[in-house]
């Protein structure tokens, strides 16, 4: 079974501060996601990655950015925390950029900025 | 741009019932098809899934899903629910070719015992 995990499953933090949010899947996959997930907007993508030290932008890459230095590792970062910031984020990857790829979601962070 | 609406954002059934859940998609070429399931507490984990063949596709715990393309369609099916289906349900399309889920808002699924 394809497992994605993720750093931490509840964060705090306060506005400002520098979040790092961490994301490892053990199934060699190519493609990694970063999503958050807010009651009655779904699923928005921040950011993705095809490869090692790629990245693409998603549909809402303001005040993210991400790193991607090892195939099985994505993180996603906060350089300075805001409370519109508060939200789930969730980390997926799928196989190879194959039109269709099923994604694997990882259990999410909840994370709160104060 | 690619979308995806889902029509009910809360249905609340009592056992045995029946659902159908709305999608629907604006893109007009070739789509991949999706439906996620979250379960209070877990994580989000496929459904089922559409990419060419047969329009009713089977997935898990007893659902059901059928694509009409006429309609843009691809709705949730099952003939009768469980307590254990309390869940939210994402309907989501892949976006050409970059792998990019589309998502749509949601469903959240009540069913009472």
């Known amino acids: 079974d394809v497992k994605v995990t993720q750093s931490s499953r509840y964060l705090v933090k306060r506005t400002g501060e520098k979040v790092f949010l961490e994301c490892v899947q053990d199934?060699?996959?190519?493609?990694m996601f970063w999503y958050r997930q807010d009651p009655g907007l779904g699923l928005r993508l921040i950011y993705f990655s095809y490869d090692v030290k790629m990245k693409e932008k998603g549909d809402i890459p303001e005040g993210y950015s991400v790193s991607r230095e090892k195939k099985e590792r994505f993180s996603l970062i906060l350089e300075s925390a805001s409370t519109n910031q508060t939200s789930m984020y969730l980390c997926?990857?799928?196989?190879?950029?194959?039109?269709?790829?099923?994604?694997?979601f990882g259990p999410g962070t909840r994370l709160l900025v104060l | 741009a690619q979308s995806v609406s889902q029509h009910n954002h809360h249905v609340i059934l009592s056992e045995a019932a029946s659902l159908e859940l709305g999608c629907n998609y604006s893109y007009g070429g070739t789509v991949n098809l999706f439906w996620y399931v979250q379960y209070p507490g877990q994580h989000l984990q496929l459904l089922l899934k559409y990419f060419s063949g047969d329009p009713l596709v089977k997935g898990i715990k007893g659902f059901e899903a059928e694509f009409i393309k006429s309609k843009f369609s691809f709705n949730l099916r099952k003939p009768s629910v469980q307590w254990s289906d309390t869940a939210e349900y994402f309907c989501a399309v892949i976006s050409g070719n970059t792998g990019k889920l589309i998502f749509g808002q949601g469903t959240t699924l009540q069913v009472k015992p």
């Open positions: 199934m060699d996959h190519e493609n």
């Open positions: 997926a990857s799928s196989r190879n950029q194959g039109y269709g790829e099923t994604q694997y």
